[in-house]
Protein backbone atom coordinates (compact mmCIF):
# COMPACT_ATOMS: atom_id res chain seq x y z
CA UNK A 1 0.00 0.00 0.00
CA UNK A 2 1.17 3.49 -0.34
CA UNK A 3 2.12 5.52 2.13
CA UNK A 4 -0.48 8.46 1.28
CA UNK A 5 -3.18 5.81 1.28
CA UNK A 6 -2.24 4.32 4.05
CA UNK A 7 -1.75 7.15 5.76
CA UNK A 8 -5.94 7.84 4.70
CA UNK A 9 -6.92 4.89 5.61
CA UNK A 10 -5.36 4.88 9.28
CA UNK A 11 -7.08 8.52 9.76
CA UNK A 12 -10.17 6.85 8.74
CA UNK A 13 -10.21 4.91 11.21
CA UNK A 14 -8.78 6.88 13.95
CA UNK A 15 -11.68 9.69 12.94
CA UNK A 16 -14.42 6.95 12.83
CA UNK A 17 -13.59 5.35 16.08
CA UNK A 18 -13.25 9.02 17.50
CA UNK A 19 -16.48 9.92 16.52
CA UNK A 20 -17.78 6.64 16.93
CA UNK A 21 -19.06 6.19 13.29
CA UNK A 22 -19.55 2.52 11.55
CA UNK A 23 -18.67 2.05 8.23
CA UNK A 24 -21.58 2.46 5.98
CA UNK A 25 -22.09 -1.26 5.39
CA UNK A 26 -22.07 -1.86 9.10
CA UNK A 27 -25.02 0.67 10.60
CA UNK A 28 -27.85 -0.91 11.95
CA UNK A 29 -30.33 -0.77 8.85
CA UNK A 30 -33.49 2.12 10.23
CA UNK A 31 -37.04 2.48 8.08
CA UNK A 32 -38.46 5.50 8.53
CA UNK A 33 -42.24 4.71 8.09
CA UNK A 34 -44.31 8.57 7.67
CA UNK A 35 -47.61 8.98 8.31
CA UNK A 36 -47.93 12.92 7.94
CA UNK A 37 -48.36 15.34 10.76
CA UNK A 38 -46.58 18.71 11.53
CA UNK A 39 -43.02 17.49 10.67
CA UNK A 40 -44.25 17.32 7.22
CA UNK A 41 -46.02 20.34 7.53
CA UNK A 42 -45.13 23.82 5.50
CA UNK A 43 -46.53 26.70 6.48
CA UNK A 44 -46.93 30.13 3.78
CA UNK A 45 -44.09 32.02 5.53
CA UNK A 46 -41.69 30.84 8.45
CA UNK A 47 -43.31 33.32 10.69
CA UNK A 48 -46.83 32.34 10.22
CA UNK A 49 -48.43 30.00 12.81
CA UNK A 50 -50.61 28.47 10.54
CA UNK A 51 -49.68 25.73 8.69
CA UNK A 52 -51.01 22.74 6.58
CA UNK A 53 -49.01 19.40 8.14
CA UNK A 54 -49.17 16.16 6.36
CA UNK A 55 -47.79 17.74 2.95
CA UNK A 56 -43.86 16.67 2.44
CA UNK A 57 -42.94 13.19 1.27
CA UNK A 58 -40.75 10.99 3.20
CA UNK A 59 -37.79 11.65 1.16
CA UNK A 60 -38.12 14.87 1.68
CA UNK A 61 -37.72 14.56 5.32
CA UNK A 62 -34.92 12.36 5.27
CA UNK A 63 -33.25 15.02 2.78
CA UNK A 64 -33.59 17.49 5.20
CA UNK A 65 -31.15 15.84 7.58
CA UNK A 66 -28.30 14.33 5.70
CA UNK A 67 -26.41 13.65 9.14
CA UNK A 68 -28.72 10.21 9.35
CA UNK A 69 -26.91 8.56 6.88
CA UNK A 70 -23.58 8.72 9.19
CA UNK A 71 -25.79 7.17 12.16
CA UNK A 72 -27.81 4.15 9.95
CA UNK A 73 -28.29 2.94 6.66
CA UNK A 74 -31.88 4.50 6.04
CA UNK A 75 -35.14 3.62 4.39
CA UNK A 76 -38.13 5.61 3.89
CA UNK A 77 -41.78 4.17 3.68
CA UNK A 78 -44.60 6.12 2.43
CA UNK A 79 -47.44 4.54 5.04
CA UNK A 80 -49.74 7.41 4.22
CA UNK A 81 -49.87 11.50 4.69
CA UNK A 82 -52.34 12.75 7.41
CA UNK A 83 -52.89 14.69 10.05
CA UNK A 84 -52.63 12.66 13.01
CA UNK A 85 -55.89 14.00 14.61
CA UNK A 86 -57.41 11.55 11.49
CA UNK A 87 -55.61 8.56 12.49
CA UNK A 88 -57.93 5.62 12.50
CA UNK A 89 -57.46 1.62 13.58
CA UNK A 90 -57.67 0.87 10.70
CA UNK A 91 -54.67 2.80 10.01
CA UNK A 92 -52.87 1.44 13.06
CA UNK A 93 -53.43 -1.96 11.86
CA UNK A 94 -51.50 -1.33 8.72
CA UNK A 95 -48.76 0.37 10.52
CA UNK A 96 -48.26 -2.26 12.47
CA UNK A 97 -48.39 -4.59 9.51
CA UNK A 98 -46.31 -3.44 7.68
CA UNK A 99 -43.77 -3.13 10.95
CA UNK A 100 -43.99 -6.81 11.84
CA UNK A 101 -42.92 -7.83 7.78
CA UNK A 102 -40.52 -5.49 8.06
CA UNK A 103 -38.66 -6.92 11.16
CA UNK A 104 -40.03 -10.60 10.40
CA UNK A 105 -38.40 -11.20 7.04
CA UNK A 106 -35.12 -8.92 8.39
CA UNK A 107 -35.59 -6.26 6.66
CA UNK A 108 -34.36 -3.75 9.42
CA UNK A 109 -33.10 -3.23 12.78
CA UNK A 110 -35.38 -0.60 13.77
CA UNK A 111 -38.31 2.04 12.95
CA UNK A 112 -38.82 5.14 13.56
CA UNK A 113 -42.55 6.37 12.74
CA UNK A 114 -42.80 10.14 12.01
CA UNK A 115 -46.59 11.66 13.12
CA UNK A 116 -48.48 13.79 14.26
CA UNK A 117 -48.41 14.83 17.62
CA UNK A 118 -52.04 15.22 18.69
CA UNK A 119 -52.67 11.01 18.50
CA UNK A 120 -48.93 10.13 18.58
CA UNK A 121 -49.42 8.99 22.14
CA UNK A 122 -52.43 6.59 20.69
CA UNK A 123 -50.73 5.07 17.73
CA UNK A 124 -47.39 4.46 20.04
CA UNK A 125 -49.78 2.88 23.05
CA UNK A 126 -51.57 0.37 20.07
CA UNK A 127 -48.16 -0.21 19.02
CA UNK A 128 -46.99 -0.94 21.76
CA UNK A 129 -49.73 -3.39 22.88
CA UNK A 130 -49.39 -5.52 19.64
CA UNK A 131 -45.78 -5.52 17.69
CA UNK A 132 -44.45 -8.73 18.92
CA UNK A 133 -40.82 -7.83 18.47
CA UNK A 134 -38.27 -6.21 20.93
CA UNK A 135 -36.47 -4.63 17.88
CA UNK A 136 -36.55 -0.61 18.56
CA UNK A 137 -39.75 1.23 17.26
CA UNK A 138 -39.18 4.81 17.60
CA UNK A 139 -42.47 7.52 17.01
CA UNK A 140 -41.14 11.33 16.55
CA UNK A 141 -42.84 13.91 15.16
CA UNK A 142 -42.45 18.43 15.33
CA UNK A 143 -44.51 20.99 17.13
CA UNK A 144 -43.53 23.74 14.47
CA UNK A 145 -43.86 23.25 10.62
CA UNK A 146 -40.86 21.82 8.77
CA UNK A 147 -40.00 25.56 7.10
CA UNK A 148 -41.10 27.30 10.46
CA UNK A 149 -38.45 29.72 11.96
CA UNK A 150 -36.81 26.75 14.61
CA UNK A 151 -38.54 24.20 13.14
CA UNK A 152 -38.23 20.85 15.66
CA UNK A 153 -38.35 18.14 12.76
CA UNK A 154 -35.48 17.94 11.97
CA UNK A 155 -33.69 17.46 15.24
CA UNK A 156 -36.72 14.97 16.65
CA UNK A 157 -35.75 13.06 13.65
CA UNK A 158 -32.08 12.83 14.00
CA UNK A 159 -33.06 11.68 17.71
CA UNK A 160 -34.88 9.23 16.81
CA UNK A 161 -32.91 7.75 14.49
CA UNK A 162 -30.29 7.75 16.60
CA UNK A 163 -32.47 6.23 19.02
CA UNK A 164 -33.70 3.36 17.10
CA UNK A 165 -30.18 2.49 15.76
CA UNK A 166 -28.54 2.37 19.31
CA UNK A 167 -28.39 -1.34 21.05
CA UNK A 168 -29.58 -0.38 24.31
CA UNK A 169 -33.26 0.54 22.89
CA UNK A 170 -33.53 -2.89 21.85
CA UNK A 171 -36.36 -4.61 24.51
CA UNK A 172 -37.66 -0.92 25.90
CA UNK A 173 -41.23 -1.62 24.32
CA UNK A 174 -42.15 1.10 21.95
CA UNK A 175 -41.35 4.08 22.60
CA UNK A 176 -40.86 8.27 21.77
CA UNK A 177 -38.44 11.06 21.38
CA UNK A 178 -40.00 14.38 21.35
CA UNK A 179 -37.16 17.56 22.67
CA UNK A 180 -34.88 15.06 23.57
CA UNK A 181 -36.94 13.52 26.54
CA UNK A 182 -37.65 9.70 25.76
CA UNK A 183 -40.90 8.61 26.77
CA UNK A 184 -42.65 5.25 27.06
CA UNK A 185 -45.81 4.24 24.77
CA UNK A 186 -48.09 3.44 27.82
CA UNK A 187 -46.93 6.26 29.76
CA UNK A 188 -46.62 9.85 28.36
CA UNK A 189 -49.16 12.29 26.68
CA UNK A 190 -49.12 15.70 24.93
CA UNK A 191 -49.62 18.65 27.54
CA UNK A 192 -49.21 21.67 25.99
CA UNK A 193 -50.99 22.51 22.45
CA UNK A 194 -48.20 24.27 20.57
CA UNK A 195 -45.04 24.63 22.39
CA UNK A 196 -42.16 22.44 21.42
CA UNK A 197 -41.82 21.02 24.97
CA UNK A 198 -45.05 19.46 24.61
CA UNK A 199 -44.41 16.00 25.93
CA UNK A 200 -44.46 14.61 29.48
CA UNK A 201 -45.02 11.37 31.17
CA UNK A 202 -47.05 13.10 34.19
CA UNK A 203 -47.37 10.22 36.63
CA UNK A 204 -43.50 8.41 35.91
CA UNK A 205 -40.93 11.12 33.99
CA UNK A 206 -39.31 10.53 30.97
CA UNK A 207 -37.60 7.22 30.67
CA UNK A 208 -34.72 9.03 29.62
CA UNK A 209 -32.66 12.03 27.45
CA UNK A 210 -30.51 11.89 24.37
CA UNK A 211 -28.05 13.85 23.78
CA UNK A 212 -25.28 14.36 21.00
CA UNK A 213 -26.99 10.94 19.26
CA UNK A 214 -26.53 8.57 22.62
CA UNK A 215 -29.42 7.83 24.49
CA UNK A 216 -29.22 7.89 28.49
CA UNK A 217 -31.45 5.43 29.96
CA UNK A 218 -32.77 6.57 34.01
CA UNK A 219 -35.17 3.45 34.28
CA UNK A 220 -36.98 0.56 32.45
CA UNK A 221 -40.31 1.33 31.11
CA UNK A 222 -43.33 -1.04 33.13
CA UNK A 223 -42.81 -4.19 31.63
CA UNK A 224 -46.24 -5.78 29.99
CA UNK A 225 -45.20 -4.67 26.29
CA UNK A 226 -44.24 -5.97 22.44
CA UNK A 227 -42.95 -9.64 23.31
CA UNK A 228 -44.75 -9.73 26.74
CA UNK A 229 -48.08 -8.25 25.98
CA UNK A 230 -51.33 -10.61 25.42
CA UNK A 231 -52.11 -9.17 22.12
CA UNK A 232 -50.25 -9.88 18.32
CA UNK A 233 -51.02 -7.69 15.09
CA UNK A 234 -50.59 -11.18 13.43
CA UNK A 235 -54.37 -12.17 15.29
CA UNK A 236 -56.08 -8.50 14.19
CA UNK A 237 -55.70 -8.96 10.39
CA UNK A 238 -59.26 -9.92 9.78
CA UNK A 239 -60.40 -7.92 12.83
CA UNK A 240 -62.65 -4.92 12.73
CA UNK A 241 -61.82 -3.42 16.55
CA UNK A 242 -64.67 -3.17 18.48
CA UNK A 243 -66.32 -0.13 18.94
CA UNK A 244 -65.32 1.73 22.55
CA UNK A 245 -65.81 5.57 23.03
CA UNK A 246 -64.67 8.13 24.96
CA UNK A 247 -67.56 10.19 27.48
CA UNK A 248 -66.17 13.18 29.03
CA UNK A 249 -67.97 14.23 32.81
CA UNK A 250 -68.39 17.72 33.91
CA UNK A 251 -70.37 19.98 36.59
CA UNK A 252 -74.09 19.30 35.30
CA UNK A 253 -72.84 16.27 32.45
CA UNK A 254 -75.93 14.94 31.36
CA UNK A 255 -76.86 11.55 30.06
CA UNK A 256 -77.54 11.89 26.31
CA UNK A 257 -73.76 10.93 24.88
CA UNK A 258 -74.11 7.55 27.45
CA UNK A 259 -77.81 7.21 25.88
CA UNK A 260 -76.70 7.79 22.80
CA UNK A 261 -73.68 5.54 22.65
CA UNK A 262 -76.29 2.33 24.00
CA UNK A 263 -78.52 3.29 20.99
CA UNK A 264 -76.03 3.13 18.56
CA UNK A 265 -74.66 -0.81 19.69
CA UNK A 266 -71.03 0.49 21.62
CA UNK A 267 -69.16 -2.04 22.48
CA UNK A 268 -67.33 -0.98 25.32
CA UNK A 269 -67.62 3.14 26.91
CA UNK A 270 -64.81 4.60 28.82
CA UNK A 271 -65.73 7.32 31.35
CA UNK A 272 -63.18 10.24 31.41
CA UNK A 273 -64.20 10.81 35.05
CA UNK A 274 -63.81 14.07 37.51
CA UNK A 275 -61.05 13.42 39.85
CA UNK A 276 -60.72 9.86 40.85
CA UNK A 277 -62.97 8.37 38.33
CA UNK A 278 -65.95 9.72 39.19
CA UNK A 279 -69.30 11.11 37.23
CA UNK A 280 -72.21 13.12 37.38
CA UNK A 281 -75.66 11.56 38.45
CA UNK A 282 -77.04 11.49 35.30
CA UNK A 283 -73.67 10.09 33.70
CA UNK A 284 -74.32 7.13 36.64
CA UNK A 285 -78.05 6.38 35.52
CA UNK A 286 -76.96 6.31 31.99
CA UNK A 287 -74.00 4.15 32.53
CA UNK A 288 -75.53 1.53 35.43
CA UNK A 289 -78.33 0.82 31.92
CA UNK A 290 -75.29 0.62 29.72
CA UNK A 291 -74.02 -2.25 32.48
CA UNK A 292 -77.08 -3.74 31.95
CA UNK A 293 -77.13 -3.76 27.94
CA UNK A 294 -73.99 -5.43 27.94
CA UNK A 295 -71.59 -2.62 27.57
CA UNK A 296 -68.10 -3.17 29.17
CA UNK A 297 -67.78 0.75 31.19
CA UNK A 298 -64.19 1.27 32.38
CA UNK A 299 -64.07 4.53 35.13
CA UNK A 300 -60.89 6.33 34.23
CA UNK A 301 -60.18 9.94 35.17
CA UNK A 302 -59.86 13.58 33.08
CA UNK A 303 -57.09 14.19 35.60
CA UNK A 304 -53.52 14.68 34.17
CA UNK A 305 -51.72 12.71 37.53
CA UNK A 306 -53.13 10.47 39.86
CA UNK A 307 -54.47 7.77 37.85
CA UNK A 308 -58.18 5.55 38.85
CA UNK A 309 -57.04 2.57 40.71
CA UNK A 310 -59.05 1.30 43.75
CA UNK A 311 -61.45 3.01 46.54
CA UNK A 312 -63.38 4.62 43.72
CA UNK A 313 -66.52 6.01 44.47
CA UNK A 314 -69.71 3.75 43.87
CA UNK A 315 -67.68 1.22 42.17
CA UNK A 316 -69.73 -1.65 41.04
CA UNK A 317 -68.31 -4.98 40.80
CA UNK A 318 -69.55 -4.58 36.81
CA UNK A 319 -67.06 -1.87 36.39
CA UNK A 320 -62.99 -1.97 35.57
CA UNK A 321 -61.03 0.57 36.26
CA UNK A 322 -58.29 2.60 34.27
CA UNK A 323 -55.33 2.37 36.56
CA UNK A 324 -52.45 4.67 35.67
CA UNK A 325 -53.74 4.73 31.77
CA UNK A 326 -55.37 8.15 30.43
CA UNK A 327 -58.72 7.95 29.40
CA UNK A 328 -57.60 7.39 25.31
CA UNK A 329 -55.57 4.41 26.21
CA UNK A 330 -57.54 2.76 27.97
CA UNK A 331 -59.85 3.29 24.88
CA UNK A 332 -57.19 1.56 23.12
CA UNK A 333 -56.89 -1.58 25.70
CA UNK A 334 -60.56 -2.20 26.09
CA UNK A 335 -60.86 -2.40 22.19
CA UNK A 336 -58.23 -4.93 22.13
CA UNK A 337 -59.39 -6.65 25.25
CA UNK A 338 -62.72 -7.01 23.86
CA UNK A 339 -61.43 -9.03 21.00
CA UNK A 340 -60.29 -12.16 23.43
CA UNK A 341 -62.41 -11.60 26.21
CA UNK A 342 -66.26 -11.19 27.53
CA UNK A 343 -66.54 -11.15 30.93
CA UNK A 344 -66.00 -8.50 32.93
CA UNK A 345 -63.67 -10.71 35.61
CA UNK A 346 -61.28 -11.56 32.33
CA UNK A 347 -61.11 -7.44 31.23
CA UNK A 348 -60.42 -6.42 34.82
CA UNK A 349 -57.65 -8.95 35.33
CA UNK A 350 -56.15 -7.74 32.16
CA UNK A 351 -56.26 -3.92 33.11
CA UNK A 352 -54.40 -4.98 36.58
CA UNK A 353 -51.47 -6.32 34.69
CA UNK A 354 -51.17 -3.44 31.98
CA UNK A 355 -52.09 -0.27 34.55
C1 LIG B 1 -51.06 16.46 13.91
O1 LIG B 1 -51.16 15.84 14.98
O2 LIG B 1 -51.03 15.89 12.82
C2 LIG B 1 -50.99 17.95 13.92
C3 LIG B 1 -50.24 18.47 15.07
C4 LIG B 1 -48.79 18.07 15.10
O3 LIG B 1 -48.30 17.21 14.42
O4 LIG B 1 -48.10 18.70 15.93
Not at 30 to 56: K, V
Not at 219 to 231: A, G
Not at 246 to 267: D, M, R, T, W
Not at 309 to 335: H, Y
Request: glycine share 8%.
Amino acid sequence: MKKSLKKYVLTTILLCSVLQILPAENRPRITIIATGGTIAGISSSPTEASYDPARLSVEVLMEQVPALNDVAQINGFQLCNVASQHMTTAIWIRLASVIDSLFSNGQCDGIVVTHGTDTMEETAFFLDLVLPHQNPVILTGAMRPSNGLGADGPANLFNAVCLAADSAAHGRGVMAVMNDYIFAAAEFTKTHTVNPQAFESPDHGPIGVIRGGKPVFFRSPRPVHTVHSRFSIRQLQQIVLPRVEVVLSYAGASSIPVEALIENGVEGIVVAGVGHGNYSLDIEKSIDRAVRCGVFVVRGSRVLRGGVTFGVESLSDSQIVSGFLSPQKARILLMLALTRYNTVEQVGELFGRYR
